[in-house]
């Protein structure tokens, strides 16, 4: 199918999930825009990643990966991308840096599973590692919004600066605007250090980046009790 019969079949078809059997009609190039409404649950998005090439990070990977945790949690984290871990074993945040975030969450009695959703600015893993190039994050953001649109979370953590950018287009560094919260989309967003970061500065003292990181994730605590509490009522 030409990519302009798949636009012309999105024009008429927006507003109603394609069916798990259609992907063949979902765009696989970049240029073409995934709209928003396509997906109707978090499987059918992770069948079609698997098979995507909206940009060369298809060519590469060996799983995609495209999150992990509770699909109707209350908080996302958004990092940056799959390494080799994850590109091997298809989950988000499973090396060192996944089992210290685990670990930062239950500082606060949060889990993963119960009370958190994972996913990356991009589902395939940059080689070596690099940063995604940002026609690698605009060709993979529908998915992001997608994920965002099906979870609904209250609260949406940006791990790093690539997550800040392509979330809120800020680019400030993460040093200056982490511990902030910013209003995006009706959502609250608030950019914290990566776990890959604190592994590599551990320095518990105060001001240091762990230090920063724990009044973080208590001012997160604090705020989704506070949202859970005003919807409840
Ligand atoms: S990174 Fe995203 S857009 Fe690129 S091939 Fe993977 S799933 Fe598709």
Redesign the pocket.
């Known amino acids: 199918m030409s990519p302009e019969s798949q636009l012309n079949i999105f024009g008429q078809t927006t507003s109603e999930p394609i069916s798990a059997t259609n992907f063949d009609l979902i765009p ?1 190039i ?1 240029t073409i825009p995934i709209p928003p409404g396509t997906y109707g649950n978090i499987a059918q998005l992770t069948t079609h ?1 698997q098979t ?8 590469t ?1 060996i799983k ?1 990966v ?1 999150g992990r945790g509770n699909e109707n949690a209350s908080i996302m984290i958004v990092g940056e ?1 799959p390494g080799q871990n994850e590109d091997e074993q298809g989950l988000p945040f499973v090396g060192r840096s996944g089992q210290l975030l685990e670990k930062i969450l239950a500082a606060v009695k949060l889990t993963i599973e119960d009370d958190v959703y994972i996913c990356n600015v ?3 893993r940059p080689p070596e590692n690099r940063v ?1 190039t940002p026609a ?1 994050v605009a ?2 953001k ?2 992001l919004l997608e994920q965002i649109r099906l979870v609904n979370p209250k609260i949406i953590l940006l791990t790093g600066a690539t997550a800040v950018k392509a979330i809120t287009g800020k680019k400030e560094a993460i040093s200056k605007i982490r511990g902030t919260w910013i209003e995006w989309e009706g959502r609250l967003c608030m950019p914290i250090f990566h776990p890959a970061y604190l592994l590599r500065n551990p320095a518990p003292d105060v001001g240091k980046p762990k230090w920063l990181m724990w009044q973080d994730i208590q001012a997160v605590r604090a705020k989704l009790d506070e949202t859970l509490s005003a919807t409840s009522h």
């Open positions: 696989t970049s990643c995507c090439h909206r940009c060369e990070l298809g060519n990977r995609a495209v991308g991009v589902r395939c995604p690698e060709a993979c529908p998915y």
